[in-house]
């Protein structure tokens, strides 16, 4: 790991309170680079093996399948991770907030393959590890605006994990897939 800056973790009053429950996924004991990338093969191992049937495996109606819940996975990294881009770069603008389900329903993430969103998951993942690392210790507690809502550079950076983290438990308490 090239920048191991100590990212402090995000307070109260740097995030949305409805993001709050996320941060309860990290342990402060790991430096959350580390967390994330050890998160890729926990991923990868929970995943790799599933037949068909269980990729396409809803809990429950109206429920995402197991693809869908990667490929909201990979939708919410993307825009977390442009929107830390966009905050260390100084805009002003208020970045758009985006309705998951719509995104989701638009994904087409049930006609692909869970090799070529696990490529892209990896992928997009290893390109936001080097911008965070790329970043100084004065970029991590720079604020910007999304959604409206005003939020800490830092708190962007362990957002991303927490909210994987989040979907990772759902995948095992209500899909029943195990990889650790």
């Avoid at 996975?73 to 929107?83: A, K, L, Q, S, V």
């Avoid at 409206?148 to 995948?171: F, G, R, S």
Wanted: glycine content about 6%; overall charge negative; some cysteine.
């Amino acid at each position: 790991m090239e920048n191991k800056i100590n990212i402090p973790l995000p307070k109260p009053g740097e995030y949305p309170e409805y993001y709050a429950t996320y941060y309860k996924q990290i342990n402060p004991q790991i430096h959350i680079f580390d967390m994330m990338e050890a998160q890729l093969s926990r991923l990868l191992s929970a995943v790799s093996s599933l037949s068909q049937e269980k990729q396409h495996f809803r809990y429950a109606e109206g429920k995402w399948s197991v693809l869908e819940v990667l490929g909201h996975c990979i939708d919410t990294e993307r825009i977390f991770g442009y929107r830390v881009l966009g905050f260390v770069r100084g805009e002003t603008q208020s970045l758009p907030g985006y309705d998951e389900n719509i995104y989701v329903a638009e994904g087409n993430f049930d006609n692909r393959s869970l090799q070529s969103l696990v490529k892209e998951f990896n992928g997009l993942r290893e390109a936001n590890l080097a911008l965070f690392e790329s970043l100084s210790e004065e970029d991590f507690v720079k604020t910007g605006v999304a959604n409206n809502k005003e939020m800490k550079v830092n708190a962007l950076v362990y957002l991303i994990p927490a909210h994987l983290e989040h979907h990772i438990q759902i995948l095992k308490e209500r899909y029943g897939i195990t990889g650790d």
